[in-house]
């Protein structure tokens, strides 16, 4: 079978589409024949190397496939059946597991970041990773969905408690957790101001419910969200940003706001100005991944067309760097989808 995968960390060229031997299906686990997968920058992150991960070479990347279960074992799942992947491997047995909140698991694993992934004809996941696809949800659809509507659907309705009638900035959303974010907000009854980075964009991210749409290449957003909200400032910010944008966002939120982030793409020694924390007194939460009951509780909405993750491209699995390309450029709106060659 073949698979994208890499022997060394680096750009783009180190990532190859390789004849592997068929992986092996340990006990608890499902083989499934991989239909599509997805992107998420956390591919990119772990092609570049992240510190204190040390993975086994060659490294099989991705943590977001859709697929048919070609051998399920004893697990609950027989061969023939639509499966899609839920990325989050928890101990099961830590306070915070017992406690049933998962992602602040002490030994959280992430499939395809510290254990191989699924950008692949075929791949094993542990049964409990796998969650049942509808028939009439296509392949895209499926592979695209978990990873970021998950993280978004944490963000936004565990971690910031939005409300139907609150106002929510999204930044970045045109990338996968942002354009999920848009639609969460928007399907909650909350207004939704985004940022993006270009007109078409914008245009994307209002057809998804944005009421306005800042364009951060040539305006303040934290000055045109005051203005669009009469100089009140907005009930939540999500940033997966970081450095560049975090003081704007702080900057952005009305007294007794929050600021919900999952990540730091622009680095993560950012400024913050204390005394708007104090005298605003605002909030500022960390969100990573999503348990598996919150994943089962935004993937129903996605199953049954009220969400949908917008696909900016496909490309069949030995143009994977392409896909990274895309990522890193921040060329296009919505997730970058892989199939294997041989479903192409
Ligand atoms: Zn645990």
């Not at 490294?59 to 048919?68: C, Q, T």
């Not at 089962?296 to 496909?314: F, H, I, K, M, Q």
């Not at 199939?339 to 192409?344: G, I, N, Q």
């Amino acid at each position: 079978m073949r698979a994208v995968q890499f022997t060394d960390h680096g750009e783009r060229d180190v990532i190859e589409y390789a004849e592997r031997d068929e992986p092996e299906r340990g006990d608890g686990e499902v083989l499934v024949d991989v239909k599509a997968a997805a992107l998420n920058h956390l591919d990119v992150w772990t092609r570049r190397g992240l510190p204190g991960i040390d993975l086994s070479m060659p490294h099989v990347p991705g943590s977001d496939a859709a697929g048919v279960v070609r051998d399920g074992g004893e697990t609950r799942f027989d061969e023939g059946d639509r499966v899609a992947v839920w990325a989050g491997v928890a101990c099961g047995d830590c306070e915070f597991c017992r406690d049933g909140d998962e992602p602040l698991c002490v030994d959280y694993h992430i499939i395809g970041e510290h254990v191989p992934g699924v950008h692949a004809e075929r791949a094993c996941v542990p049964a409990e990773n796998l969650v049942r696809v509808p028939e009439g949800v296509g392949w895209e659809t499926a592979a695209a969905a978990p990873l970021v509507f998950g993280t978004a659907w944490r963000m936004l309705v565990t971690r910031a408690e939005l409300r139907a009638g609150e106002n929510v900035l999204v930044l970045g959303a045109s990338g996968g957790v942002g354009h999920a974010c848009v639609q969460i907000a928007r399907h909650a009854g909350a207004t939704v101001y985004a940022t993006a980075g270009n007109e078409e964009k914008a245009e994307a991210a209002r057809e998804l419910g944005a009421e306005a749409v800042f364009d951060y290449t040539d305006e303040n957003f934290a000055d045109a969200v005051r203005e669009a909200t009469d100089g009140r400032g907005v009930d939540t910010v999500v940033d997966h940003v970081g450095k560049e944008t975090w003081r704007d966002s702080l900057a952005s939120l009305a007294k007794g706001g929050r600021l919900v982030t999952c990540g730091a793409t622009t680095g993560g020694d950012a400024t913050t100005d204390v005394n708007r924390i104090f005298w605003n007194q605002l909030d500022v939460l960390g969100s990573t991944m999503a348990t598996r009951g919150e994943a089962d509780d935004v993937l129903s909405l996605v199953w049954e067309g009220a969400l949908e993750p917008r696909v900016r491209e496909t490309l069949p699995m030995s143009e994977a760097a392409e896909g990274h390309r895309m990522l890193e450029e921040r060329d296009g709106f919505g997730k970058v989808v892989l199939r294997p060659d041989s479903e192409t």
